[in-house]
């Protein structure tokens, strides 16, 4: 075994543990593509006033358990060599007032010439609410790490968790303080070296508790979201997948069309017992969830199978008034709740900054066959 499991102790030594709530459900608001630190000269100013506006919004709408930053938090091709981290204060001030609790991803456009994932790490973790760890040598990126839920009101090691979120770093962008600037030299997609880190500490947790729920959260989405945007009938945004869909095709891990840097990844994820479903960003005009494709498209590398584990995938809406595309904003909500027998259940939503709820779905053994509004919000 080459990875410890010092991630998962070292998040129980040092920070209170996650705990389902008093009814055995835990809510996470999903705050993707936030985009602080635009240029100042055009619109960076106002768009940060506006997203600032947003998480306070939903946040006090919401009350979530805890909070996702799914990647893009910041646009480094804009920011300050001697000032870029300064926007991680700004990004989480509503975070500390409100007393939440956070988790990070990191996405393409937190590694640019002006700003490394690396600083903007440092400084999350000045903040004793910053649930964000370090992945260990051997994993590539930053964000790679995995973070246990407790049952209700229960503390310390000895306990069992009843679920984890998993966290990974799809990289992308450019070197610090590389030149010529802001050339994105990055691979683009969770590394092998990740990889071999998540099937270890992966195995390691299945021998030690068993099978465990788990939700996985990665900046970039992988080539499986592609495939299900592709598939026809029933399609992604009718209704049995609504949301979104207005980045097609939307960009993808690896850089091919077919995306095939990434197939270690995916088939990790497929391999992977009790996962249930993953999210993220980086196309801001998605927001449906699917559900990985059983079948496999022609060049597309890799599908679930009919009989496998075939998580969820779900697009997050962007949060953020920085980025591309002038969508209206949101923010996913996903609400895992557990039975007296300790299974599963997961509905999700987009709270609208206007207060409207969305999309409201449960991601069940029958979602994709379930009719439900069309209504995506735009
Ligand atoms: C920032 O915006 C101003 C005003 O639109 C423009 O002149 C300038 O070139 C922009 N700077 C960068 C680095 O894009
Ligand atoms: C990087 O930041 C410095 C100031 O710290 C600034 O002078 C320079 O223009 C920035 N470079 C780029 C490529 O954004
Ligand atoms: C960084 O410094 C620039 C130039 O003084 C300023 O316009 C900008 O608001 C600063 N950013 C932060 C996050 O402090
Ligand atoms: C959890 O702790 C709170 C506060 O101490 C208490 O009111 C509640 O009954 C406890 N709930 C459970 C399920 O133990
Ligand atoms: C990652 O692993 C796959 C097979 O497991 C291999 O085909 C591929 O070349 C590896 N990628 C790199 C960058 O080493
Ligand atoms: C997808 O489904 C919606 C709703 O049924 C429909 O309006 C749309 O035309 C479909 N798109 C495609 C590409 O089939
Ligand atoms: C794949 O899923 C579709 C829609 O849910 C279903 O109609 C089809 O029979 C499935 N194919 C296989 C091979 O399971
Ligand atoms: C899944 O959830 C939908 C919406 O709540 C519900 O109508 C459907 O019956 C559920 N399916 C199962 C298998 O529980």
Known sequence: MFFSLLGLSSALLCKADLNLAE?????ISVFSD??????ESSFGIPADMNSAALMRQVLSQEQPDFVVLNGDLI?????????????????????????YNWASTY?????KYNLSREALYTEEKKYSNAYTQHGPAGTDGVTNYVLPVFPTNTTGSTQTPVALLWFFDSRGGSEYQSLPANVDNIDNYVSNGTVAWYRSTQADLQSQY??????????IPTLAFVDLQTQTSPNVSGPNYPGLNADVPLAQQGYSDTGSEAIPFMQALLDTPGLHSMYSGHDHGDSWCGRWPNSTLPGYGIGGGSSQNRPFLCFCKHSGYGGYGVWNRGVR?????????????VDTWVRMQAGTIITAVSLNETYGEDIYSTADGQ
Do not use: C, K, W
Request: glycine share 12%.
């Open 23 to 27: 009814d055995n459900s835990f809510h």
């Open 34 to 39: 936030l985009h602080y630190g635009e240029n």
């Open 75 to 99: 646009t480094g091709e804009n920011t300050f060599a001697f000032n870029s981290t300064g926007y991680v204060d700004e990004i989480v001030a509503p975070l500390v007032e409100g007393g």
């Open 107 to 111: 996405g393409n456009h937190d590694s």
């Open 210 to 219: 068993g099978t465990l729920p788990s939700l996985a959260f990665v900046h």
């Open 333 to 345: 909500q996903v609400r895992m709740s557990f039975d007296q027998n300790g299974v599963m259940s």
